[in-house]
């Protein structure tokens, strides 16, 4: 099984940016597809991207799309969201998880993927 641990939450002003990283150990990495997720206090747990095992495809949730930016480097066995022109609304805990899958197709629903981080926060103020 694989281990997940974020980092690079933070609080930050609207408008501003962060990056945030997911290191996977115990297993290999290129076995999974990566995705992240996002919880706002009082609301269900949504996807925010995905990415395939080779780097090649990207799926994204219309909210975010063209200010996150989902990557890996399979050197670090690390996931990265680049997040710019961030906005209140994208407060909530940020998690990323991994989805042991040779399908090929790129899930949005948190149920496909098989092992989470513990979450980082990420805050922005108005």
């Known amino acids: 099984q694989v281990q997940l641990v974020e980092s690079g939450g933070g609080l930050v002003q609207a408008g501003g940016s962060l990056r945030l990283s997911c290191v996977a150990s115990?297993?290999?990495?290129?076995?999974?597809?990566m995705g992240w997720f996002r919880q706002a206090p009082g609301k269900e747990r949504e996807f925010v991207a995905v990415?395939?095992?080779?780097?090649?495809?990207?799926l994204y949730a219309d909210s975010v799309k063209g200010r996150f930016t989902i990557s890996r480097d399979s050197a670090k066995n690390t996931v990265y969201l680049r997040m710019n022109s961030l906005k209140p609304e994208d407060t909530a805990v940020y998690y990323c998880?991994?989805?042991?899958?040779?399908?090929?197709?790129?899930?949005?629903?948190?149920?496909?993927?098989?092992?989470w981080g513990q979450g980082t926060q990420v805050t922005v103020s108005s």
């Open positions: 115990g297993d290999t990495f290129s076995r999974y597809v």
């Open positions: 990415i395939s095992r080779n780097a090649v495809g990207t």
């Open positions: 998880a991994a989805d042991l899958n040779f399908s090929g197709l790129l899930h949005k629903a948190g149920s496909e993927y098989d092992y």
